[in-house]
Every structure is written in C-alpha cells, then in structure tokens.
C-alpha cells in the first residue's frame, strides 16, 4: 500500500494490563474500515495511539510510507488525524454556542495571532458545515442546550471543520436515532468520495457491514483478522471476536410473575414527559421502546427524581413515594443505571472497590462513620467475580477498564443496595455482543429475584428478546402497551413512529 495508514507491533501496558500486544492496522484512503472487538479488545486504545491521547507505545506507525512519531493529539492533528469520541460531553464545552464548539481548533490557534475573535466569521464557517450535514441546527445555540444526538452530530462537525485525511468515529451511532443514522452514513459516504479515510468503530454489525470496506477484529489487545465486508458473515465476525461459538444472544431464566410492585400514574415533568401510565409486577421486566428523543430517558429521569414531576404519583407496593430528588429515590428502594454512564453512572477517576460501595455506603462503614475497609473490598471481589469485570484488581481506576466493564460496574453497585424496582437506561449502549448477554442475565436474575424491573432502549430487537411487556413511547407519551410475545419489531417501529 503507497497511500494510507500503517500500524506495526503497536505495544502499550497500563498498571497490571498489557492493553495492546504487537497490534496491527492499515487503511487506505477513500476507505471505511471497521475496527471491532469485544469489551477490552483494545480497539479504542489503539485508536488513542494513533490520535496521540497515549503516547507511552512501542511500535512502528507509517503514513504514506513515512515512518511518524505521534506524541501529542497535535502531532496527531498536524498529520491529519482526527477523531470523534464516544463520550460527547467530555469533548464538548456546554457554556460555548454550537459554532465557537465546532470552530474551537480555529479559536485557539488563531488566538496568537489575534486580539480579537472574530465572532461573525465563526459563525458564518459552522453554519456552513451545519448546512453541509443537514442539521437543523442554530450555530448560536448553547452546547448544554442540545440533545445528546446532536452534541454526537457536533463533534462530527468540529472533525469536519479541519482538513482531516483520517477519521476515526468511536461508536458514532450510539446515540443517533435511525434517521440521523442516515444522515451520518450520507456524510461519511461523502468523505469516503474526498478521499478521507474513515476509521468506523461500531458494535452495532449490521450498521458495518452496510457502510463499510474492510473489517479489522482484534481480541485481547491482538489483532486476529482483517476482511472486506463483502466476503464476511456477521455470525464469522462474532466467533472471530469471541474466540468461539455465540450461543443464543438472549438466555432463558425460569421466573414467576407477581401482582403489581410499583406503579406510575399519570406522570408529567411540564416539559417532555406527558400524562405517563405505567406498572410493573414483581418478577416482571417491562420496557419502555421508543427511538431517539421519544422521551424514554426523560421518564425514568422523572421517576428517579433527576428532573421535578409537575404530576402523577408513584406507588410502591401500595404506599404512595414522595421522591424530590434521586437521593428519596434510592432510600425508598429504586436503583438508576443511567444512558450516559461516564458522566452520571461511574466515578471514572475512582478505583473499582470505591465504585462498587458508593450507592450504599452505610453497609460498609462502622463506629463514627469510618469505612469498613476490609467489608468493603470482600464486597468489591465478590461483585467483580459475579458480574465477570475484565480488571487486574478492584483497586484499578474505572476510566482504565473498557466500556463494557464499566457498564457492569455501573450496574453492579446497585446490586449492592438490594433495592425493589431498577431502571435500565440503554444499559447495552456501547456493549458488545458477549458483554451485552452478561448484562441480559443479570438483569434476568434480578426478576427472578422477584424485583420489578423497567428497561428503556432504542434497541427494539432487545425489547422484544428480554421484556415481558412494553410500552411504547413517543413524543413522551405512552402510544401503544403491548405483550412482548405478540409484538414484533415492525409493530413496535410502527408505534415508535407515531402510527395508531
């Protein structure tokens, strides 16, 4: 290959973790190549290689056959190298508009140059490349204004604005609905015609194998196989990920369905969230189906007590809750795995023993409030080893393990507290397909238990292979309840959309 990216032997260790051992990638120009792996693969932190976020590797990089040092997200960014993270709100600045957000690499650099920004010219540029993407979007709008679908399409912008020759795109697609999906596959497809080459980092398959060439699977930090699309099977893809056979994707849990353990009524937030109706049985798991921005995590932000109820009321095994804020909710037995589990779910920059206690602290500490520290890491092992958390020890900080693990984690702490009812919000965003089941059974196990359990996603295959019932939402209304076993995936999407 005479033009494009090479990567040779690439080798990086962490704390107790060797994260990539002599991993290998190339791409070409013009080219949509996907890079997949399970949860701790190493697919991520080979791409924070070549973006220059870790710069501690051993390993060869060439790019149009020169042999490059790629030290520092500018010496990435010098080269042409971009990329759009999976985690929006880390990379984006809420009190800045849309516009200075997209043209903030013009903004720094230009600031030597300048004393003044020249606000009008930013404005102008982003509201060309907001145009180019199709977004109906104001560039003067405020960051923390948005939805998270389109503080995703923001980044994208901001990759956009610079002459990038490699783009890397960590799961993009996580929070799109099908439509923006589109409009992104419109926008990459374009790139492809420029000439960019487009790193596609996606556990969603089938979204890959729609949009992409080439197809690179890596397994514990190794590389295992490179193929183009149009010669691969999806079930090849998995296996190859796994290093086995995928059993059935959702496993089967003998379990009894109660009377009613908790109900909402008549729930209505002053904004999105209007007139909800809704109850959940013992032993029950219901869900909540609905696409992007159709007001699922709105609902379980108003029951947890994130966001204030302006109506309705919420009954737990007959007793009416008066929750104000997420901490009545914890104390009156509901547990909340959130859809954005770095920012609300997880203390990333804490270790995975202070992660797993945090939701119920008092279990673990003894006279005068000191900690128990010694209760507290044999609970910390026994949820590790329960919930198969990939880390080299519970004293190992979440933002090193994978983002499959920290889903687990983000789950397993509320295990600890034992509550009545649990929330899953999109709890498989990001996950992939051997975690996803890990997830399914302990979500399972948890109805068995006799807990009632609401699940919220975008995911209809999930709602129908986990769900006992659903209600579909739309607009942030309740539009359909359905008997999972009599739904289909065309009828939930046809509900999802506003039929009737």
Known sequence: ?????????????????????????????????????????GKSTLMKVLSGAYTHYTGDILIDNKNVQIRSPKNASDLGIQIVYQEVDTALIPYLTVGENI????????????????????????????????????????????????????????????????????????????????????????????????????????????ICDQITIMRNGKYISCEAIATTTVNHIVEQMLGKRMDEQFPVVEKEIGEPLFEVEQLADGDKVQDITLHVKKGEIIGLAGLVGAGKTEI??????????????????????????????VKSGIAFVPEERRKEGIFVEEDVKTNVTAANLHAFTKSFSFLHFAKEKQKAKEMVSQLDVKTPTIDTKLQHLSGGNQQKIAIGKWLVTDADVYIFDE?????DVGSKKDIFTLILELAKRGKAVIYASSELQEILGITDRCYVIYDGKVKKELQTNEATEEMLLYYSTGGS
């Open 103 to 210: 043209m903030l690499h013009d903004m720094v650099t230009g600031m030597g140059k300048k004393q003044f920004i020249q606000y009008r010219h930013i404005h102008h540029e982003a509201t060309k490349i907001l145009d180019e993407l199709q977004m109906n979007m104001s560039s003067k709008q405020l960051v923390q204004q948005l939805t998270l679908a389109e503080k995703q399409m923001v980044l994208i912008a901001r990759a956009i604005s610079s002459q990038c020759k490699i783009l890397i795109l960590d799961e993009p697609t996580a929070p799109l609905s099908s439509k923006e999906t589109k409009q992104l596959f419109e926008i990459v497809r374009k790139l492809k015609q420029d000439g960019v080459g487009i790193v596609f980092i996606s556990h969603r398959l089938q979204e890959l194998m729609e």
């Open 300 to 329: 379980c932000k108003a029951i947890f007590g994130v966001s204030a109820k302006t109506s309705g009321k919420l009954v737990l095994n007959n007793r009416e809750l008066k929750i104000k804020t997420p901490y009545h909710a």
């Open 427 to 431: 709890p498989t965003k990001g996950v």
């Open 1 to 41: 290959m005479t033009q494009g990216l090479v990567m040779k032997n690439i080798t990086i260790d962490f704390p107790g973790v060797r994260a990539l051992d002599n991993a290998q990638f190339h791409l070409e120009y013009g080219q949509v190549h996907a890079l997949i792996g399970a949860n701790g693969a």
